[in-house]
């Protein structure tokens, strides 16, 4: 038999726009068809596991793969059996105008 198992890595900037969901569905895939599905949270320190797979079909071996719902707000990657979400926190563009209050640098101290 055949255990896969992985773990889900969150690249959000340790959540700081709040958006991370508080579980998601990894799916395992035999030969590219789904064959499971499991909720996953930080409750299971984002790890998981399908186990006492079949390795072989019809004397074919199975190539079994992962795959992630997708996560509004994040892209996914998988490596091996690994997903790891990014999400680039949402940025803020500041402008201002510094005006001086001082008489027009009557004191010749303005920088």
Do not use: C, M
């Not at 199975?62 to 994040?74: C, F, K």
């Not at 998988?78 to 005006?99: E, F, L």
């Amino acid at each position: 038999t055949v255990k896969v198992s992985g773990t889900k890595t969150w690249n959000d900037n340790n959540n700081q726009d709040g958006i991370r969901p508080s579980s998601i569905t990894v799916n395992l895939l035999a030969n590219g068809r789904q064959v499971a599905s499991k909720k996953v949270s930080a409750s299971d320190n984002w790890q998981y596991s399908f186990d006492n797979l079949a390795a072989y079909a019809n004397g074919q071996k199975i190539t079994y793969t992962v795959t992630e719902n997708a996560v509004a707000g994040y892209t996914s990657t998988v490596d091996g059996y690994n997903v790891t979400n990014n999400h680039t926190p949402a940025t803020v563009k500041v402008s201002g105008t510094k005006t001086w209050n001082d008489n027009n640098n009557q004191d010749g101290i303005r920088p």
